[in-house]
């Protein structure tokens, strides 16, 4: 079975701090995703990648930053957190024209 | 960023009923995903449509993609109390190495025993 496993389930984290969200992969899959999940929202892309050192940027991309350093691995980067991404951050991965496999969710509150 | 129009926004309804969901989009869309994601969960994929006017099932579930290639429909026949979550509708388009995919807003059900 294909294993999405995000570092964290929650995480609390001070107004201004830089906060790290880890997700790895297990399948060898080339794509990688970033999502918020938000009450009457659904799920937004925040940031993708296709390739290792390759990202782009998804439909909310303002105040993150990616890297993707290793095939596996995808980091999600809070560069000063705010209150208002207090969300849901949810990982996911795909093959090349695939379907999408996602970690169990983290529950990020900025205070 | 566009998103998928997805109806209703939450249900209930009693154990044992049908449910049916849909998704609509100004956009086409060359394939129909339906995810559930349960309490404290990520989603997980539930069904998978890749032509206009196919009709899956899994189980209880089925699921249609419009023949329109903008909308998709989820029906779950004879509920039960597990079947509590929300279901996302997702569609995806492109070529390549990435097809994006956008997701829908969500349905939430809950299931009255």
């Known amino acids: 079975d294909v294993k999405v496993t995000q570092s964290s389930r929650y995480l609390v984290k001070r107004t201004g701090e830089k906060v790290f969200l880890e997700c790895v992969q297990d399948m060898d899959h080339e794509n990688m995703f970033w999502y918020r999940q938000d009450p009457g929202l659904g799920l937004r892309l925040i940031y993708f990648?296709?390739?290792?050192?390759?990202?782009e940027k998804g439909d909310i991309p303002e105040g993150y930053s990616v890297s993707r350093e290793k095939k596996e691995r995808f980091s999600l980067i809070l560069e000063s957190a705010s209150t208002n991404q207090t969300s849901m951050y949810l990982c996911?991965?795909?093959?090349?024209?695939?379907?999408?496999?996602f970690g169990q969710g983290t529950r990020l509150t900025v205070v | 960023g566009q998103q998928l129009n997805q109806s209703p926004q939450s249900m209930f309804i009693q154990e044992g009923e049908d449910v049916s969901m849909n998704c609509t989009s100004s956009s086409i869309f060359n394939t129909w995903l339906w995810y559930k994601q349960d309490p404290g969960e990520g989603p997980v994929l539930l069904i998978a449509?890749?032509?206009?006017?196919e009709l899956t099932s899994n189980g209880r579930l089925t699921a249609q993609f419009g023949i329109t290639r903008k909308d998709s429909f989820l029906n779950i026949s004879a509920s039960i109390p597990s079947d509590v979550g929300i279901y996302f509708c997702?569609?995806?388009?492109?070529?390549?190495?990435?097809?994006?995919?956008?997701f829908g807003t969500g349905t939430k059900l809950q299931v009255i025993p």
């Open positions: 990648s296709y390739d290792v050192k390759m990202k």
């Open positions: 996911a991965s795909s093959p090349l024209g695939g379907k999408a496999f």
């Open positions: 997702a569609g995806r388009k492109g070529s390549g190495g990435y097809q994006k995919v956008t």
């Open positions: 449509l890749y032509k206009a006017g």
